[in-house]
């Protein structure tokens, strides 16, 4: 009951992040090859947010390598490589 409460939890708190429209971070992946993560998920985040982010974290631009999303387009996921 304590595992499933806390779970919970932090599901919601996750749900609120995206309904504030909090930014999801960028995740390193790969240090030697420089290549990032992140998530634009939901309303508060679109394509253009994940791309934002990477122009931010990418300061001589990046590939993208991956772009994945569900069928209801709730959830959005680009995998990038920053250029050298």
């Given at each position: ?6 779970v919970l939890v932090l ?74």
């Open positions: 009951m304590k595992l499933l409460m806390t599901a919601l708190s996750g749900c609120t992040q995206l309904l504030s429209g909090q930014e999801q971070p960028v995740l390193v992946k790969d240090p030697n090859l420089h290549i990032m993560y992140t998530t634009c998920n939901g309303a508060a985040e679109g394509w253009d947010t994940c791309a934002a982010k990477a122009t931010k974290t990418c300061t001589n631009g990046y590939t993208v390598l991956e772009k994945t999303e569900n069928a209801n387009g709730g959830y959005r996921s680009l995998t990038f490589q920053c250029k050298k």
